[in-house]
């Protein structure tokens, strides 16, 4: 995780290095760069992110934007279950929000140590009650995950004689925003209340809500030849943000 997260900065940091040429121009001066840390019960989640908002109203102070987040996520001790809505809910679409969970589709890989990765682009709503204070929501759409195998036990919710069955798996190669459990891999969101210092610096602090998924190599019979297990994180979140060419 280290050697990826010091990938990620350099990278950062020649971007920034690369364009310093053009801060002349609108578009470069709302370039914003974040490092988040989100913690809960044994888990932790580090996010560097880029990101360029917009206003879309007359006042400016409604904003939409897009960005790129790294996220490194480390937890213990952690029970990932069925994943596929059209298991945990017997059916796929938006509808799945309104709908209960199927308890008797729903097994448990249970993992003592989980590490993984993603970079997602990310969709980004602010709004600005004034020059200091403001409220925003962001959510990953779409990417790519990865992270070190893992192995865990199969625990079944109905089939005790097979239950305890271990399995290796990896986290879900990929990443996709589509409603509830209809989304598939490793995908962030932040709710949060923002306090800028000036131009340049500002804080974030609120909630990350936060999914990973990890595929087992080999399909579990006994659960619908399912592949797929997810974890549901809730965080506190506190981030800084620096806008380098606000000068």
Request: hydrophobic residues 35%.
């Amino acid at each position: 995780m280290f050697l990826v997260m010091k990938k990620i900065l350099i990278l950062l940091f020649v971007f920034t290095v690369s364009t310093s040429a053009y801060s002349q121009i609108p578009f470069r001066k709302n370039h914003d760069f974040g490092l988040a840390l989100s913690g809960g019960s044994s888990e932790l989640n580090v996010s560097l992110s880029w990101k360029q908002v917009h206003g879309i109203t007359e006042n400016k102070k409604f904003k939409l934007g897009y960005g790129l987040r790294y996220n490194g996520y480390l937890s213990k001790d952690k029970y990932y279950v069925t994943a596929p809505a059209e298991l945990t809910s017997g059916e796929k679409g938006p509808q799945v929000l309104f709908i209960e969970n199927l308890n008797e589709n729903i097994d448990t890989f249970s993992v003592q140590r989980a590490q993984h990765n993603s970079i997602n682009t990310v969709i980004y709503l602010e709004y600005d009650f004034n020059d200091k204070w403001g409220l925003g929501f962001n959510i990953d759409a779409f990417g790519i995950a990865f992270g070190d195998d893992v192995d865990g036990k199969m625990i079944s919710s109905d089939r005790p004689t097979t239950a305890n069955k271990y399995e290796v798996a990896k986290p879900t190669s990929y990443n996709l925003l589509l409603i509830s459990d209809n989304d598939i891999g490793m995908l962030n969101s932040e709710l949060y209340g923002t306090y800028n210092f000036n131009d340049q610096l500002s804080i974030n602090a609120g909630l990350t809500f936060l999914f990973t998924e990890y595929t087992t190599y080999n399909k579990i019979d006994y659960n619908f030849n399912n592949d797929r297990f997810r974890y549901k994180s809730l965080m506190g979140m506190v981030s800084i943000n620096y806008k380098p060419f606000n000068k």
